[in-house]
């Protein structure tokens, strides 16, 4: 029993991985107890069990494993993480539970694999249970088809894919195993149930007498269609209401089910392809042209055998094609031809869609030949051609069978007939629009009054079959003159119709139109009336009252061609009604006059033609009142009308009455039921009246009405013929006037074009000027509705008139036709007519085209042409290409029949001789034209063929291909392209050309679609492969292309096609799903460029900066009155009115007119940071490279989109350099203007003109370099400083130009560049022109040397990068270049830096050839000028302001300095005078003057700094730390330039904004991070530590206050300086820069904060105390001991003083003063005890013992004594020797203490001296014997003697010897070398020199022996300067920081400071002893300025001699400055308060 107590401890998931069964047992059972009671699905307990479920499902043990299957069903039922486990679980059961033999096992297995079906996990359920198929155990194999067939009976086939099941039942019924056969039964019979005869084809090869089980099987099933029983998670909601539906009774759903399930599965699927191309007999092609029929007859057999098979491989089947057709069509064997249609019947069932493209060919041959008799020939035909019209579609083939229907042959017209009439039973009300059916009934109409009854017949048949289809509101109107008898036949053939979908036909169609299809709503009229007014609230259609208007049909979605959307369907309800209403005969006179009078008043008829004008009027108001009060159906119209037309009647002379008369005409028509006979009685009065001056406007007002109760196409026809019948030119003009503004109200849709245009030729050719002027305004309205193709009806005008029609065009262009606002019948009582509607626009647009007369050519394609087309030698064929395009452009436009030239140019297509590629192009695109929208039949053969081609290797070729394909489209449409197979195996090709050219090309077009195309889907799963494709560009369309199919096909059916990747492709290709969901367009709106814009936000933004602008485009594109709601709605999709029209030129200058007028640039907020993020993440490529490749170009130009005026930027990125120059000449001209945009867009304008630099032409070279140096010029102006990012991508590319030939540009690039140096550091330019020296061209490596010279001779030799040292030796290596001119030019650089720098420049360029340096000598003696007295410091190198990215700003602003660029042009010509010599440094300067010049609005980046820390003492003006230089030739410059860099960063950091401080401290801390850069922070540390305990002030007392501001930003502050100051304190070496003072202030904030109750409030407050608590312990640890234990003096003194801090406080600074205690004994040897005594003694003063006492608490004396108590413990009675810096030891009573102390702590007590020092003086006791004191002189010595401490043991020894004069160091010199001895009083004498020179001062003390001679001048001035500067004694602990900044500039290290004595101790006692506060520390600082100042001076007037004199007078000038400096700070100071 012991192993089992063992078990039973362990947790349960070890129990169910333990070796033991019962252990397992248990862990199962646990395990479904735990399962069990989790609730939350997400629970972290089931993922503690992830690993584990495929261990219970095959555990070893039979009973065990039964309990692990039911815990794992609880499992997988209810984790959500359940779905992880699928493969290897399900796996499991199949291989390990399947085969068990208990029952029980097996049953759970099944459910295990169900439930996961149920958790979305099917397919991979039914990958593993396939694969269990192949396993040899039988017993598995049954179980897996158990599983299978009882998923397949419970989820249905929509969720269980049958395809790989019935693709593995044949086999399963092969196999040995009975049970296996009767399994297969059985499932067999499930698929059945769901799909029905669909299994049969699949299964027809199986054994018979199973075949035969099988049929009688089915025959059994109930034939009701099955639905399934269970769900899947996601449908569980769906399940709820299907059972609330069958609780009612109702099965709607069912019904819905339905429809979708039974085709849901189509056999066709099922089966597997042929391929039978390759079987094809070998000599078929000849013996199908062989003269014996018997050989022919052969070859049609074998091709039946391979046509038999039910689906045929796609592939290339136009040359079988056109031999079958062939014979078809002129076999004499007429048993042939039936064979032949036979085989094409099996082709095109085989090949379903795939047959389509071939379609067009065979068709008109199949119904030419209907005109043989045979019945059996007629039967073969027959079903060739039905079997053909279904791979294809009606409108593929209209125009051939039209045209066969006007033969002759009744028979053909019979058979034709018939064909439309079995055509249209396949049709849906959708498929069978109005512009296809309005051919067809005319031609049928014509047949059924045919001679010959048979034709009549299947005329009439063909007419009812169109009516069952589409309903007899869409058929009615072509059947107005149709008489009763014919129409009745025609009503009775359609009742016997029986439609191929049954009832199915509505259904699907009303299933599609619960599609968001735009544009078409539901099929009833109610519902359509609901949703058309749902559908068009959102969209930019033409849309005046849509909600008003019943009939409104939805919007046209801005396509221009049919703007009439709402009216159209206004139309055609109107004329519904007119099929009832036109039969109103002509009435007599008589009966007029008796309708009249019964609803008009007698008198009023009496007096209609009374003599008396007034009478005639007085009637006429009568007559107007009595039809103001009429009801619409008792008024009789045309007796009305006729009784106005009574005489007088139109020839009224008193035109008072005429205009009652013409004002009553319009209101009959608007009020009665007004009919085209009541108009045309009206009409002719009307139009002679219009040219009237005062009747003009009522006619046009009655003319109008008239339109709009007759409709406008009718009206205007009759106006125009009756105004061009009669001679009155005003009639005339003011008729084309009328009609130019009705059309404009009316819309355009159903005019008759031609007409007008014969009309309109005729007022053209007037010769009245006012009708010509009235002619070309209806043109130009005319214009906006038909397009560009409208001028092609006046191309042969004369010259000047066509000018002026051009003139109008080029007025309306990129005008959008007005939305109609009339015409759409108030009283039509008709709902929408939806059948139609989906087709309208084709009214307008196609009709033009249709009108157009088109030429036949097939003719002129005779065999020689197309022979020639195919010949051998290129040149032939190239003759033969041309005189196709010949034929074509003679013809202009030509008909659809083309003959046998699409074949041919397909053979083209793939020519080897690329120049007849193009041509084939662009002759295919010039057939797209001529053709028109004809050309759609020649998609699947010719435009497919040309989608090949854009996978060619050449460029241009792909170009072209491009353009021809969208000239394509653009004729087409893109539903023919997209229907069928043929894309999608185009994008199969693994071309990466073809791939990215077509995937592009699916992106511009999808978006523009309104309905989703069918066949799209196939294109999903070669979408995916491209996601992955191996070529980069590839991958990036298929991302573009990705969201523009989810657009169409929804997210869930592209992740549901994810299933069949393997999974690492899935889970990427699904990260992109999601990605490409959240960039999803809308899809109602019509172009998808205006939905995807606004994810990137830029689309709105580009409409906000001209709000009116918005408001125009709206009102235009919408209509006349915008509300404003609407208008926000549509500023986004105003940009796109006119996109799918055929108006694309109309459409650009559009958007020209529109957007030009707004900004070029538009500011993106954070656009240029998040740039640069992108680039720093590699997210986007950098900007490098040697030569610009494509997709730099195009990542720009995306990048651009968001930032750059679209119009703008087709300029920039135009294929013709004259655009560039365009778009170069509008940005010179917005330069000043847009200065905020250009620098929001800066970088990608520089990286633009960069590609400009690789352009050949001149002219745009020139023109960029003129735009730079304006750009450059104003970012100086602007005080902007380029980034790193903006510099590195331009400065190298420019440098590039510096070596042009053209010396102009060579000047100009030259300019540039020092302008360049006003905006970034010449220091950083430098690096950059030194890489252009290693250029091949010489002329560039000269001019980069004469620039590099250039730049040392303006800034100095602090220029030189990376030091002056190796500059100089590569400039050097150019002396002996081969070239002359370089040459020269390294010569005269050097020779600059000669005349900066004297002799030293020999030093630094290193050893040269003898040849070269004589040369230099020879050079620099020949060279004028002498070494001049003082560097030519004329431009004091600005520092690099590290970009502050902030929101609020963009960029940097510096204050008013001084004009940089004069300088450097000065310093350019006049090389070298001193007295620009005296600059103070930047900083200083400029922000003083920035403060005082403006009181109180301060322009500078960061105003808060200013204000926030002015009430802080002296605060705000952060003076960085000067850096003192060594005087070594070899200083490192790159120190300067990081020192100001570091100060400015540091000074952000006090920042009063936010982000600027955040952004200060993330770049501080990743500098502080990397150990090797850490090293830039040293010198700073007191300056950073002042800004960052400001900042925590700033936070205290302003930001916590402020209630606007996010707590989490304060929150974010705070972590960012707590981590900051933690990163520092880690580093020790830096740690120990703090001085006094700051730490104490540094620690009085950070104990505020851990206080700050405000903070705790917060939510994650808590976290920021406890690391303040980190930070502190840090703080203690790592700081200077000394130091620190000095401040926490202080800084308890201060807090006990003040009642203001709370006892807490005093108690937290107790608690560290114990922490540090603590640390003593580690530490009381790098502690200065003389400062800490002082500050006891200090402390003690301040507060006496007795005060101590009355303190509320006891800690503070504790704390003391306790401090006391440790120190004595630890250094004993040499603790008494550290007193000396107290003057009066008996202000205090420390000294009493400590003798107290020593009593108790020791006997004995020696004498002591008092005059003992710190730490190596410490070592000597008080009661020193001889001995000791040797020992001491010995270590003294030693200390001499080493490298390291020789200096530190000299100041140690001449301690000693002052303080014992009478000490002997004889014996101990006596052993020691000459040189030694002398070295050491040498060196005696230089620190008694110095210490009795200098007072107080020990500079010197950090000074190396090497550097003595130099560096003892400049200290000497600084003595005098700071008496004078500060006025006052200055605390040790300054000196102490002075003396780590000299030894650190000295090359010494401070970390060694621990074994030198104390420096302190050297000093004189000052008078009042304090401890430097942050404001001493500002102070210091200014002196320190001063002294690097002058340092800098001394170092670089004469590096051999110091001039004393010199130094004096700028010593004094400088003083007087640092006085000016303070003077100033105190008048802002005041000034502020």
Known sequence: MGDDSEWMKLPVDQKCEHKLWKARLSGYEEALKIFQKIRDEKSPEWSKFLGLIKKFVTDSNAVVQLKGLEAALVYVENAHVAGKTTGEVVSGVVSKVFNQPKAKAKELGIEICLMYIEIEKGEAVQEELLKGLDNKNPKIIVACVETLRKALSEFGSKIILLKPIIKV???????????????????????????????????????????????????????????????????????????????????????????????????????????????????????????????RKEALEAVEVLVKNPKLEAGD??????????VVGKDTNVMLVALAAKCLTGLAVGLRKKFGQYAGHVVPTILEKFKEKKPQVVQALQEAIDAIFLTTTLQNISEDVLAVMDNKNPTIKQQTSLFIARSFRHCTATTLPKSLLKPFCAALLKHINDSAPEVRDAAFEALGTALKVVGEKAVNPFLVDVDKLKLDRIKECSEKVELVHGKKAGLS??????????????????????????????????????????????????????????????????????????????????????????????????????????????????????????DRTEMPCQALVRMLAKKPGWKETNFQVMQMKLHIVALIAQKGNFSKTSAQIVLDGLVDKIGDVKCGNNAKEAMTAIAEACMLPWTAEQVMSMAFSQKNPKNQSETLNWLSNAIKEFGFSGLNVKAFISNVKTALAATNPAVRTSAITLLGVMYLYVGPSLRMFFED????????????????????????????????????????????????????????????????????????????????????????????????????????????????????????????????????????????????????????????????????????????????????????????????????????????????????????????????????????????????????????FMMHLGYEKMAKATGKLKPTSKDQVLAMLEKAKANMPAKPAAPAKATSKPVGGSAPARFQPTSASVEDSVSSTVEPKPDPKKAKALGVSSKVKSAPGKKVPSKTSLKEDEDKSGPIFIVVPNGKEQRMKDEKGLKVLKWNFTTPRDEYIEQLKTQMSSCVAKWLQDEMFHSDFQHHNKALAVMVDHLESEKEGVIGCLDLILKWLTLRFFDTNTSVLMKALEYLKLLFTLLSDEEYHLTENEASSFIPYLILKVGEPKDVIRKDVRAILNRMCLVYPASKMFPFIMEGTKSKNSKQRAECLEEL??????????????????????????????????????????????????????????????????????????????????????????????????????????????????????????SGHPEAAQTVRREFQLDLDEIENDNGTVRCEMPELVQHKLDDIFEPVLIPEPKIRAVSPHFDDMHSNTASTINFIISQVASGDINTSIQALTQIDEVLRQEDKAEAMSGHIDQFLIATFMQLRLIYNTHMADEKLEKDEIIKLYSCIIGNMISLFQIESLAREASTGVLKDLMHGLITLMLDSRVEDLEEGQQVIRSVNLLVVKV?????????????????????????????????????????????????NSINLDRILLDIHIFMKVFPKEKLKQCKSEFPIRTLKTLLHTLCKLKGPKILDHLTMIDNKNESELEAHLCRMMKHSMDQMGSKSDKETEKGASRIDEKSSKAKVNDFLAEIFKKIGSKENTKEGLAELYEYKKKYSDADIEPFLKNSSQFFQSYVERGLRVIEMEREGKGRIPTAAGISPQMEVTCVPAPTSTVSSIGNTNGEEVGPSVYLERLKILRQRCG?????????????????????????????????????????????????????????????????SSTANIDDLKKRLERIKSSRK
């Open 169 to 295: 039942l044949p086999k399963l019924f092969e196999s040995r195993d009975k049970a296996v056969r009767e399994e297969a039964k059985l499932i067999a019979v499930e698929i059945y149930r769901w799909i029905r005869d669909a299994l049969r084809p699949p299964l027809q090869n199986i054994n018979s007498v199973q075949l035969k089980e099988l049929e009688e099987e089915w025959v059994r099933l109930p034939t009701g269609a099955p639905k399934p029983t269970r769900f899947l998670r996601s449908q569980q909601e769906l399940e709820a209401k299907l059972e609330q539906q069958q609780c009612a009774g109702g099965d709607a759903e069912g019904g819905g089910d339905d429809g979708d399930e039974v085709p849901q599965i189509d056999a066709y699927e099922l089966l597997e392809a042929a391929e039978i191309l390759s079987k094809l007999p070998k000599d078929f092609y000849d013996k199908i042209e062989a003269k014996k029929w018997q050989e």
């Open 317 to 326: 089947y136009a040359d079988l094609v056109k031999a079958l057709k062939k």
């Open 509 to 630: 169609a009303e299933k599609k139109d619960f599609k968001p299809v735009p544009g078409r709503a539901a099929s009833s009229g109610a519902s359509g009336d609901k949703d058309t007014k749902d559908n068009s609230v959102p969209k930019p259609g033409p849309l005046k009252k849509a909600p008003a208007t019943k009939a409104g049909g939805p919007p046209k979605k801005g396509k221009p061609s049919a703007p009439g959307g709402t009216g159209s369907a206004g139309t055609k309800n109107k004329r519904g009604l007119e099929a009832k209403e036109i039969v109103e005969p002509e009435l007599s006179i008589e009966v007029c006059e008796e309708k009249a009078s019964a609803v008009l008043p007698a008198t009023c008829i009496q007096l209609l033609d009374s003599s008396n004008w007034k009478e005639r009027l007085a009637c006429m108001e009568e007559f107007q009142k009595a039809v103001e009060l009429m």
């Open 797 to 1044: 005008e004369k010259p000047a008139l066509l000018s002026q029609i051009d003139a109008e065009f080029e007025k309306m262009q990129g005008q959008s036709p007005p939305a109609p606002t009339r015409g759409i019948s108030k009283h039509s009582t008709s709902g929408t007519d939806e059948g139609d509607d989906g087709d309208e626009p084709d009214d307008g647009g196609s009709d033009v085209v249709d009108l157009l007369p088109r030429t036949e050519i097939s003719d002129k394609i005779t065999s020689e042409l197309v022979s020639k087309i195919g010949d051998k030698n290129w040149k032939i064929r190239k003759e033969g290409l041309d005189e196709v395009a010949g034929i074509i452009n003679e013809a202009k436009f030509i008909q659809p029949n083309i003959g046998e030239l699409p074949t041919a140019l397909k053979g083209r297509l793939n020519d080897s001789n690329k120049i007849l590629v193009q041509q084939t192009l662009t002759i295919l695109q010039q057939l797209a034209v001529a053709m028109g929208p004809n050309i759609k039949q020649h998609v699947k053969n010719l435009g497919i063929p040309i989608l090949t081609v854009l996978g060619d290797s050449k460029n241009n070729v792909r170009a072209a291909a491009l353009a021809t394909v969208n000239a394509w489209a653009e004729q087409t449409g893109m539903k023919e392209w997209l229907e069928g197979e043929d894309l999608s195996e185009e994008l199969k090709k693994e071309n990466p050309f073809l791939r990215q050219e077509l995937l592009g090309w699916l992106a511009e077009k999808l978006p523009t679609l309104r309905s989703t195309p069918t066949d799209l889907i196939l294109c999903v799963p070669h979408l995916y492969s491209c996601l992955e494709d191996r070529n980069g560009d590839v991958r990036k369309k298929a991302q573009d292309a990705l969201p523009f």
């Open 1349 to 1470: 010279g250039c730049l040392v001779e303006s800034y100095g030799m602090n220029v030189c990068q990376p030091t002056p040292g190796k500059a100089l030796k590569e400039i050097a290596i150019h002396i002996g270049d081969r070239d002359n001119a370089v040459r020269n030019a390294a010569l005269n650089t050097i020779v600059t830096v000669y005349n900066v720098h004297g002799d030293q420049v020999f030093k630094l360029i290193g050893t040269l050839s003898e040849k070269d340096m004589s040369m230099l000598e020879e050079r620099i003696k020949r060279s004028a000028k002498r070494p001049s007295a003082a560097p030519v410091k004329q431009v004091e190198e600005k520092p690099q302001r590290t970009q502050n990215m902030s929101s609020s700003a963009s960029m940097l602003r510096k204050g008013p300095a001084e004009d940089m660029s004069s300088k450097l042009n000065q310093a350019r010509s006049l």
């Open 1676 to 1724: 203690l640890e790592k700081s200077d001991q000394t130091n620190i234990l000095s401040a926490l003096l202080v800084l308890l003194q201060d807090s006990l003083l003040t009642t203001a801090n709370s006892p807490k406080f005093s108690e937290l600074v107790m608690k560290c003063l114990w922490r540090m205690v603590r640390l003593l004994p580690d530490t009381i």
């Open 1948 to 2012: 010494l290290d401070n970390t060694k400071q621990d074994d030198r004595p104390p420096l302190t101790s050297l000093l004189s006692k000052p008078a009042v002893p304090t401890v430097a506060s942050s404001t001493d520390m500002l102070h210091s600082k200014l002196s320190q300025l001063r002294e690097s100042r002058e340092q800098h001076q001394h170092s670089d007037l004469d590096s051999n001699q110091t001039h004393s004199s010199g130094t004096m007078t700028t010593s004094s």
